[in-house]
């Protein structure tokens, strides 16, 4: 039996082996869930108040799933609209990682040890200490 877990765009199968996915454009999705639901395009268009054109291009993955199309999409399909862009933003990242690993490669490198949160007390604590603020975390006048 195989088993395997997922993280981000590898999964591991049970030896522990990255195997890399490829992930898939939302609008793919989109196209699925419209055929399946046997809905005309020229009609979904018409309800998402775009052209039939545009959403030939989501579908095939040349145009983006924006903010205003996942709310409508949720409105007419009742797939959450947190879904949509949760994919959109997914294989956004996807693409970019892919190029940003093919360009650059090992050139990058941490720069610092630092944890996100600690590195933001960090800054907040400079902030206070060059604005001179008062102790009610005003500035003094």
Not at 107 to 132: A, D, G, M, T, Y
Request: hydrophobic letters at 40%; a positive charge; charged letters at 25%.
């Amino acid at each position: 039996m195989q088993i395997y877990t997922f993280t981000n765009s590898m999964l591991s199968n049970h030896n522990g082996n990255d195997i890399e996915i490829e992930a898939f454009h939302p609008g793919e999705f989109l196209k699925e869930e419209i055929e399946e639901r046997s809905l005309l395009k020229k009609n979904v268009a018409k309800s998402l108040n775009i052209l039939p054109h545009h959403l030939s291009e989501i579908f095939a993955g040349k145009g983006n799933i924006s903010a205003t199309l996942a709310v409508k999409l949720e409105k007419l399909l009742g797939v959450s609209s947190h879904y949509w862009l949760g994919m959109q933003m997914e294989y956004d990242l996807f693409k970019r990682k892919r190029f940003c690993n093919n360009k650059f490669g090992k050139q990058l490198v941490k720069l610092s040890s630092i944890e996100p949160f600690s590195f933001h007390i960090f800054s907040f604590c400079l902030l206070r200490c060059n604005r001179k603020f008062s102790s009610h975390g005003r500035p003094f006048k």
